[in-house]
């Protein structure tokens, strides 16, 4: 009795240790098999996730609300420009400009995207004063929404890239030739510069990525789509404010209301690039950047792509625009068949990418207006 109870103890021992090491040695494998469990997403944390990327103000693109299909007539795209001392007037503002821009060219040449050197550009801009400031100013302004002073030009080159800075010194170059005190034309003018900034931007972005081979020239060209609004505007403050102010797209009666004066900013601004000695492409483009919305590409002469470019460029700023103020009863009208083919797009809606989104001013939420305070009745003392 005494043995067989011993040989059982010694068995339960036995079978006691075999169970303890197959515990350490399953231990790890069992902690293994577990890991890839604990460390795969949530399906639920994912789906949230690509919703919060999708509904980003930054990344989502917005409604094309206020588009609707081109059915208008171009007539007026065509209207002659007038003629005697009303030309003269304007292209007397055009030779200030030009005079600008020619003790300017040395700067302006060295902002191409392939050899931009800050350092040296830097250098150019601060041996011109009146340039390094009004830099300094730009880059603080609100439209940039810095969250410091930047007190460096070269910071400030460095911070805004070959584009922002170009724009600067052509802004310094092409804006008010004399001192205007009206407070309305100083707001239209910072307003249609911002709007000229944003699709110079844009259209970089859109020439980049559409393969185009001059996204700088592009870009130029995009700055200056709106050139005629500001030498009229320099020239007859009180009736170019009437037909453009506010900036907004220039719609079809705002072409034909030009027509009637003889005073077609588009072509305006290509006789004044063309004073300016610009490139005969960049001219052309300026002249015809309306016409996608109105007739077909074969009905005009020119670079169609960056014509194109510049146009979608300008529709996707008067959008986002619009959509930041509520605009209502306003329309923007889509290419004609034939135009976004000519840069290898079918829609508009394929242009909405990544880069395009960011190169778009970011808008604020317009201010609440304070409630009004109640009147306290005066206490008894």
């Not at 505007?233 to 453009?244: D, F, M, Q, R, S």
């Amino acid at each position: 009795m005494g043995t067989a109870i011993l040989v059982l103890l010694v068995l339960l021992i036995i079978a006691l240790g075999w169970n303890i090491v197959s515990s350490a040695q399953d231990t790890p494998a069992k902690r293994t098999r577990r890991k890839p469990a604990k460390s795969k997403a949530n399906p639920t944390q994912q789906k949230r996730k690509a919703v919060t990327r999708a509904t980003d103000p930054a990344m989502a693109a917005p409604a094309l609300d206020y588009f609707k299909p081109a059915v208008e007539d171009g007539e007026f795209l065509f209207a002659k420009q007038s003629a005697g001392d009303s030309m003269n007037e304007l292209m007397d503002q055009a030779e200030m400009v030009s005079q600008k821009l020619a003790s300017r060219q040395n700067i302006l040449s060295g902002f191409s995207d392939a050899d931009y050197d800050p350092k040296k550009v830097s250098e150019l801009v601060l041996s011109d004063p009146g340039l390094a400031a009004e830099v300094l100013k730009t880059v603080n302004s609100p439209f940039y929404g810095l969250s410091q002073q930047i007190a460096s030009v070269f910071r400030a080159i460095v911070l805004l890239g070959h584009v922002e800075v170009r724009n600067i010194i052509w802004r310094t170059c092409v804006g008010q030739t004399e001192s205007i005190e009206d407070v309305r034309v100083n707001m239209f003018l910072d307003d249609l510069w911002q709007h000229s900034f944003s699709v110079s931007r844009v259209a970089y972005v859109i020439a980049k990525e559409r393969g185009l081979s001059e996204p700088d020239s592009v870009s130029t060209t995009a700055l200056l789509h709106d050139i005629g609004k500001l030498i009229c505007v320099n020239t007859w403050p009180e009736k170019a404010l009437g037909i453009y102010n506010p900036v907004a797209f220039s719609s079809s009666r705002v072409l034909a209301e030009e027509a009637e004066l003889g005073m077609n900013h588009a072509a305006l601004g290509a006789e004044v690039a063309q004073s300016w000695g610009l490139p005969g492409e960049t001219c052309s483009t300026v002249r015809h950047y309306h016409a996608p919305s109105y007739v077909g590409p074969d009905e005009i002469q020119g670079d169609r792509a960056q014509i194109t470019v510049v146009h979608v460029a300008d529709l996707i700023c008067h959008n986002a625009a619009m959509q930041s103020a509520d605009v209502a009863n306003a329309v923007l009208y889509l290419p004609r068949d034939g135009w976004l083919q000519t840069i290898g797009v079918n829609n508009l809606q394929e242009l909405f990418t990544p880069g395009v989104m960011k190169a778009l001013p970011r808008s604020k939420p317009p201010a609440k207006a304070a409630a009004p305070q109640e009147k306290k009745e005066p206490q008894p003392a």
